[in-house]
């Protein structure tokens, strides 16, 4: 039997609108599975059951009153957020025990829309320390482990918010995505993970990890649901001087119409060497399926992809080292004493933060440094440029562009934890969305021979959301994954 | 080539205190990543322009209008040592 907490959140929608369920009763449900499987899985770093008793009480009151038919799509929905995003009076870590303590004093502007749309937020969720990772193996609260297969990784670095959503924790939940951080984990985990364009969801109150790359991202189980949750929280923000001028709108509009005659680019760098045969296959099925719905395929190369993951891992480094400045030891979080200030600063620092963080912090460092900026940061930022022509230039012959998620699916825990190389290759083919700020979806599009979710990856021209969602839609469609992780396929028997 | 890095040196300049186990760790893996990053300067050549925000905007103004400012109270709840409406840190500058 499926319970409520199964469901899409617009199939909670319709039934909380024709009076056959409550509110109350999908957090219910959402909490009864926490309990059940969150010892195992670990994807919560901080419960708010109290919180999200009121709010789905209120939520109640609206969709029972006489405005009811004004209510928005997240209301009376409970969603989880990734614990980099700042909740008033929740504790917000980041993964790190730098901020193990820190209670934020304001709302994120995504969380302040979904509240006062009478969303119900459920919990914090666990990742990797500052976003920085691809296994959520980096937490200094502990590893998230995959509901396809506990002894898994989930992806990272919102491992928690992708696992919530696989195992019914959740609705659905939000990410932030800097070089994947949210399509990985989807990927990963089975479960629909969307970034959309730089600077179409505000980052205020999102904790800075690189800020010309961070995106705030969903986790859905239905393209429709992203279209819905991301109608619920972008659009302008004066909050947040990066936040594009695009005026509020219903992104789900449009969805159904279809593929036909849309021109689709298959990158020819994205199955090669290094992408395992599962992956391969399952894309290729997927890839096919858009041409019998009616789209034209052709094979495109990105001559640059390769030099990608170099760029990235440069530039994000660089500046997570400047924001990760602020941990000081001074206005919140950690601090261990010192004889001086700089001494406590130092000694605050590392005891705070875990060794990838460290390990970023001196790789951006040094790439900053007097001397090496030109040969590493200035040139990566030229390479920068290389990799958005080389999506022009397809964009300039396709609509969409396919290619694999991840080259591989969820991998044992600690099997790459003492190789950073191997674990940044996990993000080899992510990472151009957020260099060149393009919406990017990775849908389910089955699973491999040992049984796990492989992701499909469809990319877009910048603010090209509609066609994007509409291709994932029509694909989402045409696949049919309804596959469920055994953990939630046993409670049910 | 693995990079060859002044580990103490970069350390210093992000503020991080490191044990020594850390260091060697740290000069070995950054070596690596290093080498790999370093591929960045095969390509781009002297008329690529830099990026650094795919889609730029600049001179981004909002209204100068009075807003109410965080409450005193919760910021300094966070504090690790606060005193009399402030932050609190260790002496910087010597008293005569």
Redesign the interface.
């Known amino acids: 039997m499926t319970e409520l907490c199964d469901l899409t959140a617009s199939e909670l929608g319709a039934k909380l609108r024709a009076g056959e369920s409550s509110s109350p009763e999908i957090v219910a449900s959402c909490t009864a599975r926490i309990d059940a499987l969150d010892d195992s899985v670990r994807a919560f770093l901080t419960r708010t059951d109290d919180l999200a008793r009121e709010q789905s009480a209120a939520a109640d009151e609206l969709l029972g009153g006489p405005n009811a038919a004004d209510a928005a799509p997240a209301a009376g929905i409970p969603i989880a957020l990734k614990d980099v995003l700042s909740t008033r009076g929740v504790r917000s870590t980041c993964g790190s025990k730098i901020l193990e303590t820190y209670v934020p004093p304001y709302d994120c502007t995504p969380w302040q829309r979904l509240s006062a749309d009478g969303g119900v937020l459920l919990g914090k969720t666990n990742c990797d320390e500052f976003a920085m990772g691809s296994s959520n193996e980096n937490s200094a609260f502990g590893p998230v482990h995959n509901p396809w297969n506990l002894e898994m990784v989930p992806g990272g670095s919102s491992g928690g918010s992708a696992a919530a959503v696989a195992a019914g924790m959740a609705i659905w939940a939000l990410g932030t995505d800097t070089g994947g951080s949210v399509r990985q984990p989807a990927s990963l985990s089975g479960v629909v993970g969307f970034k959309p364009t730089y600077g179409l969801i505000s980052r205020y109150g999102l904790i800075a990890f690189a800020s010309s790359l961070d995106t705030v991202g969903t986790f859905t189980r239905s393209v429709r649901d992203a279209a819905a949750l991301l109608s619920t929280i972008a659009g302008k923000d004066p909050m947040d001087a990066t936040s594009l001028d695009t005026p509020r709108r219903d992104y789900a509009e449009g969805l159904e119409e279809g593929v036909a005659g849309l021109r689709v680019g298959v990158i020819s760098e994205a199955f090669g060497e290094g992408v395992e045969p599962g992956v391969r296959d399952s894309v290729r099925a997927g890839v096919d399926a858009l041409e019998r719905l009616g789209a034209s395929v052709g094979e495109v190369s990105l001559p640059h992809t390769n030099y990608a993951l170099s760029a990235y891992y440069l530039i994000a480094p660089s500046e997570a080292s400047s924001n990760l400045a602020r941990y000081d030891g001074v206005r919140y979080g950690l601090r261990v004493d010192g004889s001086d200030s700089v001494e406590m600063m130092t000694k605050t620092r590392g005891a705070g933060f875990g060794a990838e963080v460290k390990r970023r912090i001196m790789l951006g460092t040094y790439a900053l440094s007097a001397g090496y900026y030109e040969a590493y940061y200035g040139q990566a930022q030229k390479v920068r440029t290389l990799i958005i022509r080389d999506y022009e230039a397809a964009f300039a012959t396709y609509d969409v562009l396919v290619s694999p998620t991840s080259p591989t699916t969820a991998f044992p825990i600690g099997a790459k934890v003492d190789d950073p190389l191997a674990m940044y290759l996990n993000d080899v083919f992510t990472i151009p969305a957020n260099l060149s700020g393009m919406p990017a979806i990775s849908i389910p599009s089955g699973l491999d021979e040992r049984g796990l979710p492989v992701g499909l990856q469809l990319t877009a021209p910048v603010l090209e959301e509609s066609r994007l969602l509409r291709t994932a839609h029509a694909l989402e469609q045409a696949i049919g994954f309804d596959a469920r992780p055994a953990l939630v396929a046993e409670l049910a028997a | 080539m693995p990079v060859e ?1 002044e ?1 103490e040196h ?2 210093r ?6 044990t020594d186990e ?1 260091a060697g760790k ?1 000069r070995e ?2 070596g ?3 080498e ?10 002297e008329d ?8 730029p ?1 600049s001179n ?1 103004f ?1 209204p100068d209008e009075l807003t109410p400012s ?2 005193t109270e ?2 300094l ?5 606060a005193e009399a409406d402030r ?1 609190k ?4 500058v010597e008293v005569e």
């Open positions: 890095i580990i970069v350390a300049l992000a503020r991080l205190e490191l850390e740290l893996q950054l690596a990543i290093l790999h990053a370093a591929r960045v300067g095969e390509v781009a050549a690529v322009p830099p990026t650094s925000y795919a889609i905007r981004v909002r965080l409450p919760e910021v709840a966070n504090a690790p040592e932050f840190v260790p002496r910087i």
